[in-house]
């Protein structure tokens, strides 16, 4: 089948911001993909919206109210358990898991704004080529199958 990535933030959109929300993360996807990540994450498949800021507790729900956005516009017919969440809070992890969803806790991306930029490796955390290289080797392994990414 298919694979699709789709992007679930609590990053709202502000007004007065320079970027955030959908604009800001599209911004990384594009200096991630050399300007083209419309090519490989279009719109409607990012949710970016804060609980709190439409008194929702996210403590209570996590993403799973993006989710459920992204699963109705993107891929309406997917099974829960098909749908993978990848995110540095466990309890995000945890309420995904609770309403079906699958979900893999990844370590976040380190802090290095004190760093300077000539000092600076490749990130590391959050949900980068590591992440998904394990959750494909675990995956291969659980099914019997093996996977490959090119």
């Known amino acids: 089948g298919r694979c699709r990535v789709c992007i679930a933030t609590f990053a709202d959109t502000e007004v007065d911001a320079f970027a955030s929300g959908a604009g800001l993360v599209r911004r990384y996807l594009d200096a991630a993909f050399d300007g083209e990540s419309e090519k490989f994450i279009p719109d409607a498949q990012i949710e970016a919206w804060n609980p709190e800021n439409r008194n929702i507790n996210a403590k209570r729900v996590g993403k799973n109210m993006h989710l459920d956005a992204l ?16 995110d540095d809070s466990l ?8 309403k079906g969803d699958s979900a893999v806790h990844v370590e976040p991306t380190k802090d290095d704004d004190d760093v300077p930029d000539s000092a600076k490796g490749p990130r590391e955390g959050g949900f980068c080529r590591a ?9 291969g392994a659980r099914a019997g199958k093996s996977c490959m990414l090119m």
């Open 71 to 86: 699963r109705q516009r993107v891929a309406a017919q997917t099974r829960r358990r098909d749908i993978v969440l990848f």
């Open 91 to 98: 309890e995000n992890v945890s309420e995904a898991i609770a």
């Open 131 to 139: 992440a998904w290289m394990q959750f494909l080797a675990d995956e």
